[in-house]
């Protein structure tokens, strides 16, 4: 296959991707409506230990079918990703009683996925992706505690995050340029 017609077909499988996660939509509603939210904000990680990483785990499960995705694509999911995740993240909370409640895990998948984003491919990526994630997650250095602190509902729990995994990829792209090969 020549390279252009890898991104054609990278591209298509990123818009049947999109259409059905937009399809999930509605369904994410009905589950919200008739389920409760956590089922959507925590899923398979309500777990009683160290919350975040697991959330982070499924973001790298995650990850692993969008990695081959063209840039734009990708982008555009994390984005709608994002942005879904401010409303289940406010809707959850307002649930819950607790501005950013620990069994919300939503956020660390899209943070994960932003560090991602350009990453080299393999599994030493993915996981030094993981461990910085987590680092700048945990430390949360300045603005991203403040941010955590200061910027309330849905939209703050998923700011802090996603900053986080900006400073994570931006650390992840520096140690790409010096042991990448070529």
Known sequence: MTSRSVEKRRNIEGAVFLALFCLTIPAANWMIGHVGTTCIANGPCVVPVAPGTAG???GVLLYLPL?????VVYAAVVCGLFALGVWVCRVTARDLGVHDHPSIVWDEVVGYLVTMTLAPA??????????????FDVLKPWPIRWCDRQVRGGFGIMLDDLIAGAFAASVLQLLAVFFTPG
């Open 56 to 58: 982070t785990l499924a």
């Open 67 to 71: 990695q081959h995705l063209s840039l």
């Open 122 to 135: 393999g599994w030493p990526w993915i996981a030094t992706g993981f461990v910085l994630f987590r680092f």
